[in-house]
């Protein structure tokens, strides 16, 4: 199962970013992006704990949470940091624009650290 929303400004009519769930049976996978002009306001981390305290409230069976995000965007890992994650990997992949290849960072959370 897929859920996805929108991170808009209260009585404001634009879409600051979004974010994605994807139900992996025991896991969950989580996704976001935000515009550029909005990073380092504690968006991200406000609306990841909410997500977070919604899935703990609301899915007994998620034993953990994960989520990846480009190695070279540190304010993402900060973010992730913030909620309980913890980075645990990097997964190298090839970019198909440049040929060149790119990290991702993995980060988990436990049920019992939400």
Known sequence: MLSAGKITEENKAWTLGCFSIVFH????????????????????PETLNAVLNYVKNTSPDIKYAETLYHSGNKKSGRAMEKCGFRKSGEIHRPSTEDGHYGEDSLGIIMRKDL
């Open 25 to 44: 049976g025991d896991h969950i996978g989580f996704g976001w992006c935000l515009a550029e002009e909005f990073w380092g306001l504690g968006i991200m």
